[in-house]
């Protein structure tokens, strides 16, 4: 609701400026609302459809604003932004180890000193790999060994979250990352230390600080995917059904789907009931929105991703992770963050000083020169 306030302020007195930065957003986004709507009128769960179908259109006025915001943010402030991230970091680290607000043994169970460990953990490894992409590119070596820290504290909270799906998916692009850095030959001395210095140190906190026997289980039960073993978590096993049950419908209805939110209840089975959508982006589309949901998306896939490997390999690494969250958890209205790249593509990152900030040089690989005052 926020958000379409500013769209209509902005709208009102800037009528000017439009949003929209190119015809591509504008198509997309309206593919998208005709795509969810039409699919609405047949949906097999027509109120829960309706909701489905509000969070997701209520996501483009986000993206909108946020798109704004990137479009007229002075990144040259580096101090205050790493004075509010830092402020964050630490206050939430407090929090984390004192009070302990996560809970993964009851889900959709809600209290006041509760946190959900899942927007936490998705929220936070964002900044995380936004902190990492910093502190690579840093040549101040005052950067350098604040960005480490705030790091090392970021860590820790991801790993006391206990969010399998982002710890993982934080290890394996961290690897990517790094291994395209040491190719492009973007670490130095300094920075290779502190790097390992953050790593050991979480090592040793993960080593020394005790956590619960679910806590743990919650990781061993995770290994147990890769040596064949049959997880006995829930939520593992959860996922694995919905799958299977998510592959039937699509043989059921593979060509216009059940309809946005018509996963949940389809033929009155209460395990759909409980679970209300496939818990992934591509079956999900391919379900509720049939086949032409799948190309759809599919499409959108290929342009963005053409678009960031043309722009900056690092924005585009990141970018993967929001697409292996949306992998394992949530819903299309929930894994907004994979649309984000929305809010580069067209003319603010083609003209304006967002090109200097996220778009590297193409025959280089690395951030340009005119760039180095914005890092440093």
């Not at 500013?6 to 009102?12: T, W």
């Not at 509010?84 to 169970?109: E, H, R």
């Not at 499409?299 to 697409?323: A, D, E, G, P």
Request: charged content about 15%.
């Amino acid at each position: 609701m926020l958000s379409l306030l500013i769209v209509f302020y902005h709208y009102k007195f800037n009528s000017n400026n439009i949003f929209f930065k190119s015809l591509f957003q504008f198509k997309f986004y309206n593919a998208l609302i005709i795509l969810v709507t039409i699919s609405l009128l047949y949906s097999l769960n027509f109120n829960y459809g309706i909701n489905k179908t509000f969070n997701i259109v209520l996501n483009i006025p986000f993206l909108l604003v946020l798109q704004n915001y990137f479009g007229t943010v002075n990144f040259k402030n580096n101090m205050m932004a790493f004075s509010a991230v830092g402020a964050v970091c630490f206050f939430c680290l407090i929090i984390v180890v004192l009070i302990k607000p996560f809970d993964q043994s009851q889900p959709y169970s809600f209290e006041l000193f509760r946190w959900s460990h899942v927007i936490f953990a998705r929220t936070f490894s964002l900044i995380y790999f936004v902190l990492l992409i910093f502190f690579i590119h840093s040549k101040k070596k005052i950067y350098q060994w604040i960005s480490a820290s705030l790091i090392l504290t970021v860590l820790i909270q991801l790993y006391i979250s206990n969010l399998r799906t982002a710890s993982v998916g934080v290890l394996l692009f961290t690897i990517l990352i790094l291994i395209y850095a040491v190719w492009k030959r973007q670490f130095n001395n300094l920075t290779t230390k502190l790097l390992l210095s953050v790593f050991t140190l979480l090592i040793i906190f993960i080593y020394f600080v005790p956590q619960s026997k679910y806590f743990s289980d919650r990781y061993l039960e995770t290994v147990k995917i890769f040596t064949n073993e049959v997880p006995q978590n829930s939520g593992i096993t959860t996922r694995f059904i919905s799958y299977e049950k998510s592959i039937d419908i699509v043989k059921d209805r593979p060509i216009f789907g059940t309809g946005v939110g018509g996963f949940k209840g389809y033929k009155e089975d209460k395990f759909l009931s409980y679970l209300k959508y496939p818990h992934n982006i591509f079956l999900e589309f391919q379900v509720e929105l049939g086949i032409f949901g799948l190309i759809f998306f599919l499409f959108y896939l290929f342009f963005i991703s053409k678009f960031l490997y043309k722009h900056n390999v690092y924005i585009m690494l990141v970018w993967m992770y929001t697409l292996w969250l949306a992998l394992f958890a949530k819903d299309i209205g929930s894994n907004f963050l994979v649309f984000i790249p929305l809010i580069f593509y067209g003319s603010p990152y083609e003209s304006d000083k967002l090109k200097e900030f996220f778009a590297p040089n193409k025959n280089s690989g690395v951030l340009p020169t005119n760039s180095s005052s914005i890092l440093e």
